[in-house]
T-cell receptor, first 114, second 113 residues
């Protein structure tokens, strides 16, 4: 149980285009999902907290207009990287909060902006 | 006060040995302390977690030791195996705070055959 999926697993896009990443909780409902960014050999950096039916809460320094988050249902949250640039290339990971405040992570999405 | 400090940064252990990773925190409002295991190119997987009302929790070869007064907790991996080679993250969160996790810096474990 407590499986979280992400799609796509890898994406390559050209500079200036937008990319959407989906995060789904497959066997449980999640009112809260989280989006992280991880650089090589570093820890996870929380970008934003996504709450179903309301606006996301962004961490300090994260541009909300660049990283659009939508949590339209109890099993789906999306992250759209708008006007992507090479510096946005990273490993993006979502997580979903389940019972007992436990967080379950997706497999991650490798974004490469050329 | 929101930080979780993790050590060591890297660890090399012989097969069959015990791997020990330590974490320390400042905020006494933290009430949930999970450990995650991450393999390269994959998302973190919840390994084991503890709440501050117990001093130890064991699941298979993995044990969390928790010292509330010292504000420290550690992960012990008994009989370490090459398949345990991964990056381990400790984390902490507070009740009523959306469950937001504060992560440690990570420890890269290499278990030599």
């Amino acid at each position: 149980g407590a499986v979280v999926s992400q799609h796509p697993s890898r994406v390559i896009c050209k500079s200036g285009t937008s990319v959407k990443i989906e995060c789904r909780s497959l066997d449980f409902q999640a009112t809260t999902m989280f989006w992280y960014r991880q650089f090589p050999k570093q820890s996870l950096m929380l970008m934003a907290t996504s709450n179903e039916g309301s606006k996301a809460t962004y961490e300090q320094g994260v541009e909300k207009d660049k990283f659009l988050i939508n949590h339209a249902s109890l099993t789906l949250s999306t992250l759209t990287v708008t006007s992507a640039h090479p510096e946005d290339s990273s490993f993006y990971i979502c997580s979903a909060r389940g019972a007992g405040n436990k967080q379950y992570f997706g497999p991650g999405t490798r974004l490469t902006v050329t | 006060q929101q930080q979780v400090k993790q050590s060591p940064q890297s660890l090399i252990v012989q097969k069959g040995g015990i791997s020990i990773i330590n974490c320390a925190y400042e905020n006494t409002a933290f009430d949930y302390f999970p450990w995650y295991q991450q393999f390269p190119g994959k998302g973190p997987a919840l390994l084991i977690a503890i709440r501050p009302d117990v001093s130890e929790k064991k699941e298979g070869r993995f044990t969390i030791s928790f010292n509330k007064s010292a504000k420290q907790f550690s992960l012990h991996i008994m009989d370490s195996q090459p398949g345990d080679s991964a990056t381990y993250f400790c984390a902490a969160s507070m009740a009523g705070n959306t469950g937001k996790l504060i992560f440690g810096q990570g420890t890269t474990l290499q278990v030599k055959p």
